[in-house]
């Protein structure tokens, strides 16, 4: 294998992925968030899989912070499973796929759509089946991902979500954040995450954690650990790692926290500074000294978005730690790059 994985290659396009979404896509998010005025949604319905159901966990605590409108996941085995009937007049109904191919993601939007819907289909294949049925079509023009697991797509799907938000807000800040996001990206991928490297390669099982948006990134977090490094992750709300999950926390157990500099970072710390107390390893990525195993990453401005920075340092950390742990993280043994579940 050579030096450079597709993984870490495709990592370091998500910059300029980014950057073309937001000038390319400029109209359709005006569009999107004219709609959304205009209909006035009571909720936003939204269905994914994998990555792309962590992108829009990313999503739905930004839009129901900066809108006010609830976010909810409907369950794809709904649809092409149970063959339940969904009733969604006046809703908008949002699916976010890379390939835009599996047939229960199909499903649940033509369901949406049957109940009174305006669909909006964000993909990586413009011409997908999922596309093609769709209302609106949002590409996230990333390019080309051969690695099987997802990065400068998850990233991009995430930055379109958040555009999105920022065209029904109307948020100047977020909107600033937004045009900042590329250089953050592009720094957060240069971030020195090697003191973290002896505390993971040979941990047994980690924790992933943070609040709002940073929850979201630490689900993505664990799902990378598992499918790359074949590491056993769990993701939690800082908040909830003090329930039932700190029984675990043993001295040098590792935790990755995501601890943006936002409205929850105090009660974060809270939290960070209580399981130290009980002896875990706290690595934090952050555009704030929070402790000797700090990965100092890039802020855009807007706290809530950060943690797509932190991302880009933890995909870079991920593949790193695949390698020393003796996997390629570009062909893990038991996944494919489109999985068509129904």
Excluded: W
């Excluded at 079509?137 to 690695?147: D, M, N, R, T, W």
């Amino acid at each position: 294998m050579s030096e450079r994985s597709l993984m870490f290659l495709e990592t370091g396009e998500a910059a300029g992925a980014v950057d073309r979404l937001l000038q390319r896509e400029e109209k359709t998010f005006a569009e999107i968030g004219r709609l959304i005025g205009e209909r006035q949604p009571p909720v936003v319905t939204v269905a994914a899989r994998g990555s792309s159901d962590h992108a829009v966990s990313f999503f739905k605590y930004l839009f129901e912070i900066s809108c006010g409108i609830p976010v909810a996941s409907i369950g794809p085995s709904v649809a092409s499973v149970y063959r339940a009937s969904l009733r969604i007049p006046g809703g908008l109904h949002i699916t976010v796929s890379q390939s835009g191919a599996s047939p229960d993601i199909i499903a649940v939007q033509e369901e949406a759509k049957r109940g009174g819907a305006l669909t909006v289909a964000i993909v990586n294949v413009a011409e997908s089946p999922l596309a093609r049925a769709a209302d609106i079509v949002l590409p996230i023009h990333a390019g080309e991902e051969k690695s099987v697991a997802a990065t400068k797509s998850f990233i991009a799907s995430a930055a379109a979500l958040a555009a999105v938000t920022q065209a029904a807000s109307g948020s100047k800040a977020l909107a600033s954040g937004l045009s900042r996001l590329p250089e953050a990206l592009e720094t957060a991928g240069g971030a020195d995450y090697e003191p973290a490297l002896p505390l993971l390669v040979n941990a047994q099982s980690l924790f992933t954690g943070g609040r709002g948006p940073g929850f979201a990134i630490a689900l993505e977090a664990a799902l990378k650990a598992k499918e790359t490094a074949k590491l056993h992750a769990e993701a939690f709300s800082l908040a909830e790692l003090m329930h039932g999950p700190m029984q675990l926390v043993e001295e040098d157990f590792p935790i990755l926290a995501f601890a943006p500099e936002d409205e929850a970072l105090s009660s974060s710390i809270a939290v960070m500074d209580k399981l130290r107390g009980m002896g875990a390893r706290i690595v934090a990525f952050s555009s704030r000294p929070l402790g000797q195993d700090t990965i100092a990453v890039p802020s855009t401005g807007y706290g809530q978005l950060d943690p797509l920075a932190a991302l880009a340092s933890y995909y870079r950390l991920v593949e790193r730690l695949a390698r020393e742990r003796g996997f390629n993280p570009d062909t893990p043994d038991k996944l494919k790059k489109v999985t068509e579940t129904i």
